[in-house]
């Protein structure tokens, strides 16, 4: 596609990089056809070609991005969905990230959307504030009852005590950095992100990571100095947070290559593998462009790794049991990890089905179904409706954001990690049903099969 | 660069009225005026030709779309229609004074009748959203335009789209039974009905191709057929363009019709096997993709025919597809091929030429010396089996000589299709490229 930069813009080293991606794009828009806001909105400028235009304009211009440019970027979720779809291989995730910079660095935002913003990247990305704000999250459902506050930051509050947990949560066993020994011949070392939300949300799912790799003999590692990813921030185009996060991170887990070596650098959530994997572009203009790229090169999902250790279940199989896989955005499409999660949890024995258009993002995708939550409670509908027809007896998937997202619709949602430890000889994921319970009930024949005429 | 119609003068002092009248037919956040917003309107899948417009309008519904025609019609101004904005031909590239009504919102399924083997969606569906609702129950739509991922129905109507599989099925006007059109002055008409053949005159043929200018198509009653038994492709790699060029005509004129008999050179090899891992032949200087499809029997027969004729042609290799998976592969670089050439050129011009099968070795040779001449790159995709060529001529936007070249380029080629007894367009409509 045609490219209007001055030679003194190109200059510019982010610039130029926008100039390359932009140039890649043939315009054809197959990709509008996979993005779950075009589908859901039906607007170009809510379609990545849409926003691609939208950047392109606002970069060749120089100007401070407007209001509706701010909105319909805003609007994207950074599935990369599109990314997929794209036969040209227009690199969407690296131009939308600049464009989010910019749209931080020159947009005056409203107060509120500004205040709200501000609380997510001083909240979510640290454990321990993060679990003072749920502790107080019971005293907001009841607040929540009193108000009726249906404004935009009332929307997004409300948005935001949906998702905390109802029930107390304990502290994990990974907020304190800590080497867990391999049991038996150690075959492997790797560190593991304990990273921010998680681990507060649901510290069962680290704590089945553990176990599992320590009884397949690796030696997992929870580094001093490492901790949330950067995502978060990154993709609120808080830059020089995201960045002070990945090179803390990266300073961590090469100190630990210097110490007694690393095998991999392991995520149990593919939110943050994406980003980790990107540490070489996110870091490469630092002192440690080196060593993040040697960081991104070694990080793996929870799945490429057991997939590489030939995983295989201990336990006898519990017939019958039925999940609905859902894919998460950052695994199929930031990863392109598609097929391992599902012949592991085939290997160990679950019947898998996926629901229709699995393609399509659950709207989780970060801090989107707080800041964005009538698009995403639009597509989690969207995607419990087409999970519902599978009469599976658990969501299950690689990424806490959409479990809890999807949570709450009288399905469990379990993350892969945890089923596939129960079948080695881990405990049972409390929330899977009892064996009575998936004894009475009776499966559809025709598994995974789309429904009927939902088209949309 | 091509000149567009001059913007009536008295319509663009009249703008702000022209928007309030619009915002109060629809519903609030369907009409589009901020230039910010209208600016990716500016385009289609022809990039290289952009003009801002008017306004935006999202109608939902029927009668939305009748009352801004209506507003329109009778206020001077000039609508163009929208779908997804695929078009290679600039099909919904806007006029600086017209309104732009984009389709994407009317994107329902609202009946699906497998007894009588008929859907009735609306315009804003896409060409694969139609089998992907009916597919479950064994039954597909089959014209299928390599956008056919995000088109939509409404702009396969306005072109009269064609695609891979329309050497057996016919293009859009053969699988069409009727429409809901909204005419220019706003009235609602319902042509056709639900099976082939209704009496009097045969409005559909006039209005299927029309691009636009007989009306707008809101709902659309498809015929959907059967899927076949079973399907499987073949790949024939040969030495040059000419000698798979004289394959296709060899093939045809045997009387065999494959489902689908698609050609691409090496450049277009290249780009789409870098996309799809299809396993296609980077040795070979030309490749064709040979779909049959029915009975195992039936298709063991039609390759070994088919096979046997391809011998005739030296080919470097022949090789059966042995999987659904192999098969998805092989039609996913096919289907993406025009995108995948973003990966070597950063701009494209995609002709549509028509000519008689027998003519092909030639006009390829002819095309080749002149991707010499102009000393532009040129990658050959095209639906063999009927004629319909897609040379891609790859330029350089940010240089305004080059896309000058492309332009001259193209031209010539379309004489030549029309020299040797074709035609300047076969699926992707006139647009405004081919309109001077």
Request: glycine share 10%; with cysteine.
């Amino acid at each position: 596609m045609q490219t209007n930069f001055s030679p003194a813009q190109l200059a510019d080293p982010d610039i130029a990089v926008a100039d390359k991606i932009l140039r890649s794009c043939v315009h054809c828009g197959l990709c509008t056809a996979t993005c779950p806001t075009f589908v859901t909105v039906g607007d170009e400028d809510d379609s990545p070609r849409g926003r691609i235009y939208l950047i392109k304009d606002m970069l060749e211009t120089g100007a401070a991005a407007s209001a509706p440019v701010a909105f319909h970027l805003d609007r994207c979720l950074s599935c990369l969905a599109c990314m997929t779809t794209c036969p040209s291989g227009v690199d969407y995730m690296h131009l939308i990230d600049y464009a989010r910079v910019r749209v931080e660095a020159t947009y005056a935002r409203p107060a509120h959307d500004k205040a709200v913003r501000a609380l997510l990247a001083a909240i979510l990305p640290y454990p321990a504030r993060l679990r003072a704000v749920l502790r107080g999250a019971g005293l907001g459902r009841l607040v929540r009852r009193l108000t009726h506050d249906r404004g935009s930051f009332g929307q997004r509050l409300h948005a935001m005590l949906d998702l905390a947990p109802a029930v107390r949560i304990p502290r994990g066993s990974t907020e304190r950095p800590g080497v867990f020994p391999a049991l038996g011949v150690r075959r492997a070392r790797v560190a593991l992100l304990a990273g921010c939300a998680q681990q507060v949300l649901d510290p069962g799912i680290h704590d089945a990571t553990i176990g599992l790799l320590t009884r397949m003999g690796v030696e997992v590692v929870v580094a001093k100095g490492a901790g949330c990813c950067g995502a978060l921030t990154h993709h609120l185009g808080k830059h020089a947070a995201a960045l002070g996060f990945a090179r803390a991170n990266v300073a961590a887990w090469t100190r630990e290559i210097g110490a007694d070596g690393l095998d991999a650098v392991v995520t149990d959530t593919s939110g943050c593998g994406t980003t980790l994997k990107d540490y070489g572009f996110l870091l490469r203009d630092t002192p440690e462009a080196a060593d993040a790229a040697r960081i991104a090169a070694l990080a793996v999902d929870i799945s490429e790794l057991l997939v590489r250790l030939e995983y295989r279940p201990s336990r006898a199989p519990v017939p019958q049991i039925v999940i609905a896989y859902h894919a998460a955005c950052s695994l199929q499409h930031g990863q392109r990890v598609t097929g391992a999660p599902k012949t592991l949890l085939r290997r160990a024995g679950f019947t898998v089905a996926e629901p229709r258009d699995s393609h399509l993002c659950c709207g989780s995708a970060g801090t989107y179904n707080i800041l964005q939550p009538e698009i995403a409670g639009q597509l989690r509908a969207r995607k419990l409706a087409t999970i519902a027809p599978l009469r599976p007896h658990a969501i299950v998937g690689g990424n806490i954001g959409c479990l809890t997202q999807l949570a709450g619709a009288g399905i469990p949602t379990i993350h892969t990690v945890a089923l596939l430890d129960w079948m080695a000889g881990g405990p049972r994921p409390a929330k899977l049903p009892s064996d009575a319970e998936i004894a009475a009930s009776q499966p559809i024949p025709d598994l995974g099969l789309a429904p009927e005429n939902a088209q949309s | 660069m091509i000149a567009l119609p001059l913007p009536k003068a008295d319509v663009l002092i009249r703008r702000d009225a022209v928007h309030a009248g619009l915002r109060v037919l629809l519903p609030e956040g369907c009409v589009i005026t901020d230039p910010t917003r209208l600016k990716p309107y500016e385009t289609d899948g022809l990039s290289a030709y952009r003009q801002m417009p008017l306004a935006v309008v999202l109608p939902e519904t029927t009668e939305q779309v009748a009352a801004v025609l209506r507003f329109c019609h009778e206020n001077g101004v000039r609508v163009v229609p929208r779908g997804a904005g695929t078009s290679l031909s600039g099909g919904a590239l806007p006029l600086a004074d017209a309104v732009v009504i984009g389709m994407m919102r009317m994107n329902q399924v609202i009946e699906v009748n497998y007894r009588d083997r008929y859907a009735v969606v609306r315009a804003g569906v896409t060409n694969l959203g139609i089998t992907g609702a009916v597919e479950a129950e064994g039954f597909f739509y089959a014209p299928d335009p390599s956008s056919q991922l995000a088109c939509m129905i409404g702009g396969n109507i306005g072109m009269n789209s064609g695609g891979a599989h329309c050497l057996k099925y016919g293009v859009t006007a053969n699988n069409v039974l009727g429409v809901r059109l909204v005419t220019i002055e706003g009235e609602i008409l319902e042509l056709g009905g639900t099976h082939l053949d209704t009496a009097g005159y045969d409005w559909l043929g006039i209005v299927i191709g029309s691009e636009g200018q007989l009306g707008i198509a809101t709902e659309i009653t498809v015929r959907i057929l059967r899927a076949p038994e079973g399907t499987r492709a073949m790949l024939a790699a040969f030495e040059g363009n000419e000698v798979a060029g004289a394959c296709v005509a060899a093939i045809i004129g045997s009387g065999i019709i494959p489902v689908a008999l698609e050609f691409m050179d090496r450049p277009a090899i290249h780009a789409c096997e870098a996309f799809a891992h299809a396993g296609y032949p980077l040795d070979a200087e030309a490749m064709l993709i040979i779909e049959v499809e029915g009975s195992v029997a039936e298709q063991d027969w039609l390759l070994g025919q088919i096979k046997e004729i391809c011998a005739g042609f030296n080919p470097i290799s022949l090789k059966v597809s042995q999987s659904a998976e192999e098969s998805a592969a092989i039609w996913k670089g096919r289907k993406g091929a025009f995108g995948a050439i973003g990966r070597i050129s950063p701009d494209y011009l995609c002709m549509d030429g028509v000519i008689p099968t027998s003519t092909l070795p030639m006009v390829l040779r002819r095309i080749g010396e002149m991707s010499v001449q102009y000393g532009l790159q040129v990658a050959n995709i095209f639906h063999a089996g009927d004629g319909n060529l897609h040379p891609l001529i790859m330029f350089d936007a940010n240089d305004p000589a080059s896309m000058h070249k492309a332009e001259a380029f193209g031209a010539e080629i379309l004489c030549l299709c029309v020299e040797v007894g074709g035609c300047l367009t076969g699926e992707h409509g006139v647009g405004v490229e081919n309109a001077i």
